[in-house]
């Protein structure tokens, strides 16, 4: 929708100039493989299931009444899984949601955010929201973090492992030099696709009072339509969330979200067995992409970074949208001839490469 500048003298004046994020899209086309949001290709475990429709096995009535605005059995649920104290989590509506709390409760200082050139596309999009300053550090040419970078004067650091859009794990001894060198700001590591592969910080908090987790039921957990995401903290730093979340909505969390994702957790072996199902798939798939002369990244993630060497990213991306495959293409300096590719079942998988080598590589 085209608005006029006529009709946007009724925006604030910071509404005027966002520039917000761009979700994946999520077209409604028949036959589509959707290969561009990093959903997981599984449904939740059936326990999820059951403890949804459970939730109205007495009734409608209960929607009537507000849900738990600290969504308290939730809590409990995640500190016994991530073995951390209760007062140690925060929940949130996604870690989209956490993140904006994050923002709000850490970074608006007057010394810049520091985060990596190549990153998860929302954190340009807060820090202009709550104005936050920020200073962006180049990944070296292997797109990898450069942990001298980050012993400079700054009022937090945001750092996504494994990173996206390039799927690169970082490892936790890195993490700990970047926290050890900056015991004065909110160290943020933002673990949206841990579970595929990469070592989690949560182990460190106990540590380090200046550490904070945030990870996602989206992914791992095939929950992105519920819209669950966690923080790990120690209680200072939980502190400063809670008062951020109270200032701005108390109920995040819905029954049905809270029900399916405490049962989520109750099902840990359906969890490591769908993980280990991705993992697999990503490995097959990229061993199949290698040997039609692609580029991947080494992918610790649910999704795949990948350039082809004698086809514009862009093109290939528009082609196989021709044949109902969605990839994410970002059309942005330095990554600008990748694709990155959500793991779907091998069946999907094959779907993908069969087109690359019969439809459009040939
Ligand atoms: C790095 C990263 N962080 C956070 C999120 C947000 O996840 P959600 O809001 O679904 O929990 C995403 C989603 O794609 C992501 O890629």
């Not at 994050?102 to 709550?130: C, G, H, M, N, R």
């Not at 040419?141 to 494994?162: A, H």
Request: proline share 7%.
């Amino acid at each position: 929708m085209n608005i006029t500048t006529e009709q946007m003298r009724f925006w604030s004046p910071e509404v005027r100039e966002l520039e917000p994020y761009t979700p994946g899209e999520q077209p409604k086309i028949q036959n589509l493989l959707k290969l561009n949001t990093n959903e997981n290709p599984y449904p939740p475990s059936p326990k999820v299931v059951e403890a949804v429709q459970n939730v109205l096995a007495n009734g409608a009535d209960v929607l009537r009444l507000y849900p738990d605005p600290d969504a308290s059995e939730l809590k409990h649920a995640i500190a016994k899984q991530q073995s951390v104290p209760v007062e140690q989590v925060f929940v949130g509506n996604g870690s989209d949601e956490v993140l904006a709390h994050i923002f709000k409760a850490f970074f608006v200082q007057e010394l810049p955010l520091l985060y990596p050139d190549i990153t998860y596309s929302f954190y340009p999009v807060y820090s202009q929201f709550f104005g936050v300053e920020t200073k962006v550090l180049p990944l070296n040419d292997d797109f990898e973090i450069v942990v001298d970078d980050y012993k400079q004067p700054n009022g937090g650091i945001i750092i996504t492992n494994p990173n996206a859009p390039t799927s690169i794990a970082l490892g936790l001894s890195a993490i700990e030099e970047v926290l050890q060198a900056n015991p004065n700001s909110v160290v943020v590591i933002d673990e949206a696709y841990v579970d595929f592969g990469a070592e989690s910080a949560v182990a460190l908090v106990e540590k380090y009072d200046n550490l904070v987790v945030c990870q996602t039921m989206s992914k791992s957990r095939s929950l992105a339509g519920l819209r669950v995401g966690f923080a790990i903290a120690q209680p200072h730093l939980i502190a400063a969330l809670e008062a951020v979340k109270n200032s701005f909505n108390s109920y995040p969390m819905d029954r049905f979200a809270i029900a399916a994702a405490v049962a989520s957790f109750e099902d840990q072996a359906y969890f490591e067995a769908q993980n280990a199902k991705v993992i697999a798939s990503r490995e097959k798939l990229t061993t199949q992409l290698k040997e039609l002369r692609f580029k991947v990244l080494p992918s610790a993630a649910n999704f795949i970074f990948a350039s082809f060497p004698s086809k514009d990213a862009g093109e290939l991306a528009s082609e196989l949208r021709e044949h109902g495959i969605i990839v994410r293409y970002f059309n942005k300096p330095r990554i600008n001839q990748f694709l990155r590719i959500t793991i779907g079942t091998d069946e999907q998988n094959q779907r993908l490469i069969d087109t690359l080598k019969n439809e459009i590589l040939i």
